[in-house]
């Protein structure tokens, strides 16, 4: 496996390359252009200029996310063909900074959903929370607002602002949608950029839906075993392929994730990896050791192990802790502790099956 740290891009992340670099074990950075609207095309400069940040910086960027997918493709909207091709020549300019997986997701307006940004823990540190209660009884227009004022001030992935100013009109075009036909609009699309992913070898890996449950009325779509092996099929090409997140599946009890891994192990092309406490009214985020959630993370990790997966991975949302302030979920020092976690279990999996 090739391990991998986000970072969202010059000018968006308080995390400096400098400091991620000296993580152990590290191969590179999963990184974006968060300035960037859904449907508009990543120019070659703009491809270019995150291959020499990164590359300055002595890492690889061969993982990108949030390549957003415009709501006029998921709707079905007549507008969806050229909006397609756009994603398209992103594709192409990304592919000539060599670029191996484009992590997206094909979720309903919202790319998550949590209740808290900074849940405060018995020790002291803070993470995101989930609370179905709190969620059942607001607004998405008073969640925006919500974020915008917890936020500090940053640009949250899946809530920017210009996609915030329209969240309550947006939503109320997928009354008019079917579940059938949002899922044949999934068809559509992958349709449209798979034989492309193919000519270019990027695995296009789709993330799955945070939280697993419908909210605000918005239906899911990549959120059990079952629906990811529906979505495989819409296209079977290996191309089309899945990010294995553990604390988006995992959110739903009924997701045995060591099961979801080894079904679809030649599918998997990134694995976000985060635990997650569950509590009487949802979950939230806790540290990544398997004893400070509700997921086994060993087992999780071996399944990894266990199927040959040699593609990328890293640790998903961690706590704040130590007194860091930045971007929810996205702190140095919880994920860097994910790192060593994971990689610990690897070597370990890996001497004691005698390859080292």
Not at 145 to 170: C, F, N, Q, V
Request: include cysteine; charged fraction near 25%; hydrophobic fraction near 35%.
């Amino acid at each position: 496996m090739k391990m991998t740290f986000r970072w969202f891009g010059e000018g968006q992340d308080p995390i400096s390359l400098e400091h991620i670099r000296q993580i152990p074990c590290l191969d590179g950075v999963v990184t974006s252009l968060l300035t960037k609207p859904a449907g508009e095309v990543w120019t070659k400069d703009e491809c270019l200029g995150i291959r020499r940040a990164v590359e300055g910086a002595g890492l690889k960027a061969e993982v990108i996310e949030s390549v957003n997918i415009h709501e006029d493709i998921k709707l079905g909207a007549d507008t969806r063909g050229a909006i397609i091709e756009n994603y398209i020549e992103t594709m192409k300019n990304l592919a000539e900074i060599g670029i191996k997986v484009i992590c997206y997701n094909f979720m309903p307006v919202l790319d998550w959903a949590r209740s808290h940004l900074y849940y405060d823990l018995p020790d002291g540190s803070n993470t995101m929370y989930f609370s179905r209660e709190f969620i059942e009884n607001t607004t998405p227009k008073e969640l925006a607002a919500k974020y915008a004022a917890d936020s500090g001030g940053m640009d949250l992935p899946g809530w920017e602002p210009e996609r915030l100013r329209h969240i309550e009109a947006t939503i109320g075009k997928y009354k008019d949608i079917s579940s059938d036909q949002y899922w044949e609009n999934a068809r559509y699309f992958l349709d449209k950029i798979i034989p492309w992913a193919e000519r270019l070898d990027i695995r296009m890996a789709i993330h799955p839906d945070d939280p697993p449950r419908p909210i605000f009325g918005l239906g899911r779509m990549i959120n059990s075993k079952a629906n990811i092996e529906r979505f495989l099929g819409l296209n079977g090409s290996p191309y089309n392929g899945i990010t294995l997140c553990t604390g988006s599946l995992g959110a739903d009890k009924n997701n045995n994730i060591p099961d979801i891994i080894k079904t679809f192990a030649d599918r998997i092309y990134f694995a976000h990896i985060r635990n997650l406490r569950f509590t009487e009214d949802g979950f939230y985020e806790s540290a990544h050791p398997t004893e400070c959630g509700s997921l086994d993370m060993f087992a999780i990790v071996r399944a990894f192990y266990e199927t040959g997966f040699d593609w990328y991975i890293r640790p998903d949302h961690g706590r704040m802790i130590w007194g860091e302030k930045g971007r929810p979920g996205y702190g140095l020092y919880d994920r860097a502790l994910g790192i060593t976690y994971i990689t610990g279990i690897w070597e370990t999996l890996r001497r004691l099956d005698g390859r080292e």
